[in-house]
């Protein structure tokens, strides 16, 4: 929607790849694009939303 926007983040958690980490968090209920997808590997793409949802987002990422 307005004011979304798109980050690419590093992903480097235990050996996991994008496409792995991005099946993962799917199964969590949260949707991201594996940067493979982009010519990114090892990258995931993130649609920014407001705070909570963000909040969501980095929480589940760092419990990985």
Known sequence: GIGDA???QRVELA???D???AD???REGLLVRP???FGLPGFLRVTTAGGDVMD???E???VR
């Open 15 to 17: 050996g996991d790849d």
């Open 6 to 8: 798109l980050v690419a």
């Open 35 to 37: 940067g493979t997808e």
């Open 19 to 21: 496409l792995k980490v």
């Open 56 to 58: 969501l987002v980095a």
């Open 24 to 26: 993962d968090l799917a």
């Open 60 to 62: 589940t990422l760092s």
